[in-house]
Structures are given as C-alpha cells and as structure tokens.
C-alpha cells in the first residue's frame, strides 16, 4: 500500500508540474554545435556554428510557448548557450550561464526546456562561456504576439533580422589568451550585419509595402549607430515593450541591446545600402549591406550616409526619447500601462560603480570593487545542495566602497522575492557602459551625467519610461532603473562589454522566497548537469 501511495503522490505531482506548461505549444529544436570555417572579413577563420550555420539558426515563438532546446557540443571545449533577454520566469535553472549551469562537455548534450512566458518581441542567443561569443555562435529570437492579441501597427510585408556588431579577425581562443595574461582587447578589425561583410547581405522589398526590421547589437566592444539610406525607421519595439511610434533618420543601438523598426520601400526603385557603423571611438569602422527593391534595375550608388560619432548628446537626447506605448497590450490583453511602475516607493537603493583596476598587476573589472571570479560549481545548483564555500551572500557590497581597491570574489548580493528596488549605475569612467539583467525586464527612470544624487530623481521619467532588459550608461553619467523583483532565482547581472564581463565586471542576484514552493521556483529538472562539488549528487526522482 505505501508503493501505491508513493506512485500516486509522483503521479500527481507530474501531472501538476506538466500543467504549469501543458496548455501551451511546445516547439522541439536539434542543435549541433561544431567549428566550422568562416570568412567573415575575407580572412579564414574558425567559427562556431550551428547546424551548420553562421549565425545560428532563428528561433521563432509565439507568446507562452514551450523550447525543447537539444545542444549537442561537438566542440573540443565546454559550451553553454544563454538566452539575451528571455526571462526564465521561475526557471533560471535554464538560464545558461556559469552561475547556474554546469557547462556541456565535449562530445555531451544537453536539452534546455525553457518557455517564454508572458513576452514578445527580439531578443538573441549567444555562448556564454570562454569567450566563445568572439567565434560566433549566436542567433536571434523572434517572440510573436498571440493571434488574437491586438498589435499597435498594420502587419508587415516581411520581418527581416538584423544581427550587427564589431568583430575580430583573431580567434576566440587567442583574444581568450590575450585577456587571461591581463591585457585588454585591441580595437576590433571591422563590423559585421548578420557575419557578413561589406555589402555581404541583402534585404529585398517590394516598393511601397512596409517591412520590420530586428536590430540586434550582438558585438563585444563597441555601440553601433544603424541607418538605411533615403529612408526613415519608425521605432516599433524595444526588448520586448512596445514603444511610441518615433521616427529617426538614425539610431545609436547600444552592446547587448535590441529593437525594431518599421521601414517603408518609398523611394525611387533602386539599391540603398544598409549601414552599421561605430559609436564613440575616434577610429570609426562602417560596414553595409543592401537594401534591394525588387525591381531594381540599379546598384547601390553615392556615399554611405553619415551619423554622429564620438557624440554623446544627442545619443542621450535620443535614449531620453525612447517612451512605452501606454496604449498597447504586450504579451496579455491588457495596456502596458496598466503597470503604474512610477506609483511604487522602492524598498531600496543599489549603487553599482563599475571600475578597470590593475590587480596582481592585471588588467581586471569589477563592481563595487569586486572583480568576479567563477566559481568550481555554479551557484544555483550550489545553492541547491547547500554545498558551503562555494559562494557567500553579502560577497558583494550594494554600495561603492571608498578608495579604488578592488578584489577578487565569487560576488552574490542577497534581495528577496518581491522586493521593489531602486538600482543606480553610475560610470566615473570616459567609455560608455552597457549593462543587461537576466530574469528581468526593468524601467530606465532616469540617465543624467556627474553623480546620482537622491535629489536626481526629481528628473525620472515616472509615468512612460521603456522596460527593457539593457540599458546604457553613458562616461562620467548615471542611470538609475526601476526593477520589481518578482522571479525567483540565480540572476546574472552583467556588463555587456565582453572583456569586461570576461574580466570581472558581472556578479549574481540571488533573488529568494523562503517558501520553497513550486508557485515561486520551478524544481531542479531531473536531466540538470551536475559538475564540481555536487558531481555525484542526484537531481530529482521525477
């Protein structure tokens, strides 16, 4: 009779945990990661593909939908696959990065199963670990809008994706060397649109039909400015939020972040080229691709056109004119701006200071003066055991510290589920900074220059700022942000500047509900890798 029992109480419990998801589609992906040769900047190189490509293919979604994500690493080194701006909700047991799981080894596979729960919008993929972003490897995510949810714009005669950022002609591996001996990276080689070149890809319309193109930053170093010759882009979507209906001849797309635009093929028929180019570096490197009606009869022709620069002005006018659609629904049926974020007092205040120190006589980054350091096991599935000495809460201070020194640290910052907080990103240094939060889509209330003050929140946008999950700081500036913190978890905050990430500038927000319930956090998955120190641990019996 106790077997019955036991089979039953198991049969219940599987039964309530495949209800979470069961009502959604589920989407099965098989992805076979391997080196593969490349060309990029008309140099051979070894890149990382996927199924054979590069970039990696898309994932298209549809609101709620459930990924069944098979990775097999044919690498000869460990890989993880992380998620730009999907949010994990209870699950960052999914969130692949190193503080939450153990990497897949060579020859190994692991199956991600992950659901984009309650989100729309363009985001991307990318490896996450030994610097393997610089070979490749990363793709873009397209979350669509349930059929029946209202969107603010006609639909599109074509959805075109746009993966941009700087690039290396080195490989990863010896960018990897260069950072471990504490040196940082030389200015990068060029920039690429979807791992081409100059002029390497093209986008063919239909004159006078209008088209959404998804911009992604997906580069290491640098902001990028992006443009189309003789036409306008009309900002449709920020990371997720549905935005104000404003139109740029330009747009300064910053590491880490993403967006979309409309754009309407309303000129005379002919080739217009499609420009990324750099962002605040007196070295300024452009590259191209095509914007092609389909009755052209006439090349790409006149000068690549200009935008600003080393600038900085009006990329802050133009952060500051980024506004929610309050109109709209987002993922639900509902206005986004039925969520008076502006009306909540946060419980409190995180300063994070970024910092370059010199330590042992390396070039490291850190935060509050603590360069991070991985640890042997990742902190969510030590966490999980209550393996001691892997990481301690409070390793991390929620203020800068006086003084410039700085240490080394598995740095974890303790905050509790449903908190509100306040956190303020204030950049003393002359480069601008990119930060990204997993787990979360926040509010930018406020960017300003000098330093925060409590008297600086007289300037937040509190009625119609962007949520978004990246946001910049520009040099010797703040940015304070609005963040429920509502997911449970293991949460990555990082910069998006990837030497920098690589060299320390990251730390984890261990998000926590005491009440061990699968309400809050969904459970370990029974197929979770377990490495270092809870190598031989079991997971869960179903």
Known sequence: MGDSKLILCCFIACIL?????????????????TYGDIYPLGVKQQGILINGQFPGPHIDAVTNDNL??????????????????????????????????????PGKNFTYVLQVKDQIGS???FPSLLFHKAAGGYGAIRIWSRPKIPVPFPSPAGDFTVLAGDWYKRNHYVLRRL?????????PDGLLINGRGWNGYTFTVDPGRT?????????????????IQGHKLKLIEVEGSHTLQNTYTSFDIHLGQSCSFL?????????????????????????????HYSNSKRGVSGPVPGAPTIQIAPSVMQARSIRWNLTASGPRPNPQGSYHYGLITPSRTIMLSNSAPYINGKQRYAVNGV???????????????????????????????SGNNAYFQTSVMAANFREYVEIVFQNWEDTVQSWHIDGYSFFVVGMNGGQWTPAS????????????????????????????????????IRSENWARQYLGQQFYLRVYSPANSWRDELPIPKNALLCGRARGRHTRPF
Request: hydrophobic fraction near 35%; charge should be positive; charged fraction near 15%.
């Open 371 to 401: 360069s991070y350091v991985p640890a042997d096991t990742p902190l969510k599935i030590a966490d999980y055991f209550k393996i001691p000495g892997v990481f301690n809460l409070g390793s991390i201070p929620t203020w800068p510290p």
């Open 17 to 33: 945990f495949l209800g979470v998801n069961g009502e959604n589609p589920y989407r099965y992906i098989t992805w076979k990661v």
């Open 457 to 492: 929140r007289s300037s937040y946008n509190l009625r119609d700022t962007v949520a978004r999950c990246t946001t910049q700081v520009y040099p010797r500036s703040w940015t304070a942000i609005y963040m429920a913190l509502d997911n449970v978890g293991m949460w990555n």
């Open 263 to 291: 754009v309407t093929a309303d000129q005379i028929p002919q080739d217009y080229y499609v420009v990324a180019s750099t962002r605040f570096t007196r070295r300024v490197l452009t590259t191209t691709a095509v914007l």
């Open 123 to 125: 985001f991307y993929y």
């Open 68 to 105: 069944i994500i098979s990775v097999y690493n044919y690498l000869n080194e460990p890989f993880l696959i992380s998620w730009n701006g999907v949010q994990q909700r209870r699950n960052s047991w999914q969130d692949g990065v190193s503080g939450t799981n153990c990497p897949i080894r």
């Open 211 to 227: 088209y959404r193109f998804r911009v992604s930053n997906v580069g290491l170093t640098t902001s990028i400015n992006f443009r």
């Open 179 to 187: 950072l471990d001996s504490g040196h940082n990276l030389p200015f």
